[in-house]
């Protein structure tokens, strides 16, 4: 008797499966059109451009607009995260898929797209630049140009000298954030007075670094001195870095981060570096944070809970420290690291060499290293590799820039971007992990840093030759 | 013994295609690699941290069905269809969330506080303890539900005889609960092995496991090892971790085979009768504890489950934040649900035709039957990364709808084994005797489709694609090869919690997206299971 009537569940079904049809009919309308419509826009250019999501390309996103109705070129920025960034475009350029133009990396993906011949350098592309865009070049911050933007003119015979391989789209280097309000606090400041005889200010140089975080940390408040990251990924190396170049200790015997081949005497295992590596590890009962969870992101957030004095912080994370909702948090202030040097940093416009429109690449990129989109830019984020940048009135009100500006002048390689990066970063955080937790001796930590780096490096530059 | 050609074939063609689209392109690369014999030893540095990965998804494997498998008992007295019941569906959300999601929530509920500076402090092990908690959270509440469901199918004959001779809870348990439960105890197993082996979010997130803390896992080493050799060349980096992968899987093939085994030995113990419960503790009166517990258990339990979301939304600002890349993401994720789904039924209809006899427990050739299965599960995800990103050089990203065609077959085929295994398991109640009476009697394959499957399993059948839906959408492997193209929720996910770009503010915004779409799955889950209900209700009234 049932299979006369319609049973309403059947209309019921019937309609279920129309509207997912419809839906999906959407869907590859939508996708058919979309295709369509970028094939038949194929006479306006399309520039993709590849890079982590951070502040800078943010910065550059938010700029397209004025370029797009400038030059008719469209611009299709593709934000990914760190090692998807990465992974992404080394694949691009191995497989020659040509997906992406212009690629924004980190300074130790130079040496490996170089070498590999990934990517059209200046000298390819200088017929392309329009003369009247050069002049920013004088501009860039001399050693961070070459620290990110160099290499060798031969690989295979270091001595031939280098050349400008790509310019730098971020400058970065560490610098020291501190907690205002615990400093200008004037109880503060009598306490330090009566103790040791002199006036509390920040620190410039390190032994008052240690003193003033050892003033600080107060675990009944508990308020601390310093906030270290101790977190894998790079994070303990940089920090440790940092302190190496407070007692002048370099990692490898060279002048760029790039340099070095199976030659390249390696210092870690020497008595300034167990100086300098005891002094980071004397630093534990003044630190907040449980070090080996802590990274950029949670640095900020631990030095943001308003009860930590001091970190050394990346200038491409000091704004979310220096900001708020889009307002200046001005509880925090910004200097350059203690002693003479700061460290150098940043990354690379590199065009793909599959790229079909080198040409408009290379443009674009000369129009963003304008003084006046650089102004723009830093508004928003950007650590500019630009010195006049710095200089403009626009950007005086950003807290960190006089800082950073300091830093970048007297910045030099202290951090390394070779083949061998990522083998002494994990080399050196394991050991370091380990020895801030007790388990090893510093004298013994840097004995096996030494050794296994050697021995990986030997190994490195043998599959690279 | 009836045997169904047509469903050998379409197994055959079917896992064909699955091997062909993630070996061929890991031979392409590899092919003239030579594999070090010094890697098959655990003792390096990567037998090391196998080792650890392995215990770990062993004992998170037995802990989450130890787990489900008791507090199922507590709430075994609540009625499936009952309103109680129907409220029982929250367990499924922890599961529906992901990966990512679950670091997310745990890290923002914990960060800051003495107890997560305690668990940090107390090192390897007590990070690993954490882990596991956090794995039994995921999954637990999952095994509860499915153990529950199970128990709730019970023979009432059954029910009725342990009532009229007095059965003890434990004889109870011997002989009626463990050996109805037998399968599904054994797939939900698998289930935990092999969602704990590659997991590597929570670890990564929430702890920053390093070599220098020992709290690394498999995963996280290939993908680091990965990373630092693509300074070298990326085909560097794909041969060396290609080498180091074939290892893994052999091992993974030998450890999963024998624990198998071992489970099923483990479970079938009790249930012989030679094996008899001599120990004293079986007297006590386990039955009025329960009783005692039992009105509080299931109120405790859904506190548990909702208390990392309120603790989320206490210690997080929301900024919510939508453009059409959501709408797409939940669009294109339904309809690789609805494909996956479809694919994975026409598996395991034609497994069932095609093996009747092998398929209708676990046993020994089932045993096999599923370890091929599963073998894809067993493959390090950085080599499907390869493999993906080895195709797209291949098949070029030109075409849109070539893209999304690879992207929802890639789906389909990553999420076959767990699906299928699931609606394989679910089919074991279709006897061989059933199917053989309805082909010796003739009746058209379309009838048998018809009343034997669609109609008997189309419950569990829709459940699988609610499953197909949170895999794919929580997915982190074949979404980020496609991000660029087809927007991901994981991809955007991972970009608003680590990195230059992080915006804790944001990703709780989308997090609060993605509970509300799980929520809205399992509503309909609901909804579904009451409509049966009632329409098996008024069938049986008219």
Redesign the interface.
């Known amino acids: 008797m049932g299979s006369i009537r319609k049973q309403p569940?059947d209309t019921r079904r019937i309609l279920v499966l129309v509207t997912?049809g419809i839906?999906?009919g959407l869907?590859?309308s939508?996708?058919?059109l979309?295709?369509y419509l970028s094939k038949r826009a194929s006479d306006k250019v399309t520039l993709t451009i590849?890079g982590?999501?951070?502040?800078?390309?943010?910065a550059m996103e938010a700029l397209k607009d004025n370029y797009e109705k400038q030059s008719l070129v469209k611009l299709d920025f593709?934000?990914?995260?760190?090692?998807?960034a990465?992974?992404?475009a080394?694949?691009d350029?191995?497989?020659?898929?040509g997906?992406y133009d212009i690629v924004l990396q980190y300074n130790?993906?130079l040496?490996?797209f170089v070498?590999?011949h990934y990517v059209l350098t200046l000298d390819e592309l200088s017929s392309k630049i329009p003369d009247g865009q050069k002049q920013f070049e004088k501009d860039i911050f001399p050693n961070v140009w070459k620290e990110v933007g160099y290499y060798y003119k031969n690989p295979q015979n270091p001595s031939a000298g280098d050349v400008k391989i790509a310019y730098p789209f971020a400058a970065n280097t560490m610098l020291l954030a501190y907690n205002k309000q615990m400093f200008n606090d004037p109880k503060n400041k009598m306490v330090y007075l009566r103790k040791y005889h002199e006036e509390l200010e920040v620190p410039t140089d390190w032994p008052h670094f240690k003193q003033v975080a050892e003033f600080f940390t107060n675990l009944e408040n508990p308020t601390f001195g310093v906030c270290i990251a101790g977190?894998?990924?790079g994070w303990l190396y940089y920090e440790w870095c940092g302190y190496m170049q407070g007692f002048n200790q370099r990692i490898m015997d060279k002048n760029q981060g790039w340099e070095g081949d199976t030659s390249t005497k390696v210092l870690i295992n020497s008595a300034k570096a167990k100086e300098a590596t005891d002094f980071f590890l004397s630093m534990k009962p003044y630190n907040a944070?449980?070090f080996?969870?802590?990274?950029?992101?949670e640095q900020v957030?631990?030095m943001k809970?308003g009860n930590v004095a001091m970190a050394l912080v990346w200038s491409?994370?000091i704004r979310f420290l220096t900001y708020n909702a889009g307002e200046i948090d001005s509880r925090f202030g910004v200097t350059p690291v203690p002693g003479s040097k700061s460290m150098l940093a940043g990354g690379a416009f590199y065009i793909n060499r599959q790229s079909k429109n080198p040409g408009e690449a290379i443009k674009y990129i000369t129009t963003l290293l304008q003084k006046e989109n650089q102004v723009a830019l830093m508004k928003k984020g950007l650590c500019s590799p630009l010195k006049t940048a710095y200089d403009d009135p626009d950007v005086q009100n950003i807290p960190y820039i006089p800082a950073l500006k300091h830093s970048l002048d007297r910045g030099v390689y202290w951090i390394e971007a070779?083949?061998?990066?990522?083998?002494i970063s994990?080399t050196v955080?394991?050991?370091?992990?380990?020895a801030w937790?007790g388990e090893l001796s510093s004298q013994d930590a840097l004995k096996k840093i030494q050794h296994e780096v050697v021995v990986g490096r030997k190994d490195?530059f043998s599959?690279?030759n | 013994m009836f045997r169904f050609k047509l469903g050998t074939y379409i197994l055959v063609t079917i896992i064909l295609l699955l091997v062909f689209s993630i070996i061929v392109p890991l031979i392409t690369i590899g092919g003239h690699s030579k594999i070090p014999f010094e890697v098959f030893s655990l003792r390096s540095e990567l037998g090391f941290v196998y080792l650890k990965s392995i215990i770990f998804s062993i004992v998170s494997s037995v802990c989450c069905v130890l787990f489900g498998f008791i507090f199922s008992q507590f709430i075994s007295g609540i009625k499936f269809n009952s309103p109680k019941g129907r409220k029982l569906i929250v367990f499924l959300l922890p599961m529906t969330l992901g990966n990512l999601t679950i670091a997310f929530l745990f890290k923002q509920s914990l960060f800051n506080t003495a107890f997560f500076s305690g668990i940090i402090k107390g090192g390897m092990y007590m990070q690993y303890l954490a882990l596991l908690i956090i794995q039994i959270w995921q999954y637990g509440f999952l095994f509860i539900y499915l153990f529950w469901v199970n128990t709730s199918s019970l023979s009432q004959n059954k029910i009725e005889i342990a009532k009229a001779y007095h059965f003890s809870y434990w004889v109870k348990l011997r002989d009626i609960i463990l050996p109805h439960s037998r399968n599904l105890i054994i797939l939900l197993f698998l289930l935990g092995f092999v969602f704990s082996l590659y997991d590597d979010s929570k670890n990564q997130f929430l702890f920053k496991a390093s070599q220098g803390t020992e709290t690394e896992l498999i995963n996280h080493l290939l993908m680091r090892t990965y990373q630092s050799y693509l300074l070298i060349n990326p085909q560097y980096a794909s041969e060396a971790i290609l080498q180091s992968s074939i290892v893994i899987i052999f091992y993974n093939i030998v450890i999963f085979f024998l624990t198998l085994f071992c489970i099923n030995y483990i479970i079938l113990l009790p249930t012989k009768s030679k094996f008899f419960f001599k120990i004293k503790f079986i007297n006590l009166p386990l039955t009025s504890l329960t009783n005692k517990f039992r009105s509080v258990v299931p109120f405790l339990l859904v506190i548990l489950v909702i208390l990392p979301f309120f603790l989320t939304a206490w210690r997080t600002k929301i900024s919510l934040h939508t453009d059409q890349d959501i709408f797409i993401a939940v669009l294109m994720s339904g309809i690789a649900a609805i494909t996956a789904g479809i694919l994975s039924i026409l598996f395991g209809i034609s497994a069932k035709l095609a093996f009747p006899k092998i398929l209708q427990d676990f046993n020994t050739r089932s045993t096999i039957f599923f370890l091929l299965l599963f073998a894809l599960l067993l493959i390090p995800p950085i080599c499907i990364l390869i493999s993906g990103f080895k195709w797209m050089a291949w098949l070029g990203y030109d075409s849109t709808l070539i893209l999304l065609f690879i992207w929802i077959l890639a789906h389909s085929f990553t999420s076959l084994p767990i699906l299928a295994s699931f609606i394989v398991v679910n089919h074991f109640r279709l006897s061989m005797n059933e199917l053989d009476y309805l082909h010796a009697t003739k009746v058209p394959l379309t009838t048998i489709l018809s009343v034997s499957f669609l109609k008997r399993f189309q419950a569990e059948y829709i459940l699988t694609i609610i499953f197909a839906f949170s895999f794919i959408w929580n997915e982190s492997t074949i979404n980020k090869i496609y991000s660029d193209k087809i927007p991901s929720y994981t991809s955007n996910l991972e970009m608003l919690i680590t990195g230059r770009g992080a915006d804790y503010s944001k990703a709780f915004g989308f997090v609060l997206i993605s509970i509300c779409l799980s929520c809205c799955c399992l509503a309909l889950w609901n909804y579904i299971l009451f409509k049966s209900e009632k329409l098996s209700l008024n069938n049986e009234g008219n």
């Open positions: 569940k997912v839906l999906i869907l590859i939508y996708f058919g979309k295709s590849l982590e999501n951070s502040s800078n390309l943010q593709k934000p990914n995260t760190f090692e998807d990465f992974n992404k080394n694949q350029f191995a497989n020659k898929t997906l130790f993906s040496s490996s070498r590999n977190a894998t990924g944070g449980n080996v969870t802590v990274d950029g992101n957030r631990i809970q491409d994370y070779g083949p061998d990066a990522d083998l994990n955080t394991n050991y370091l992990q380990k937790n490195i599959k690279i």
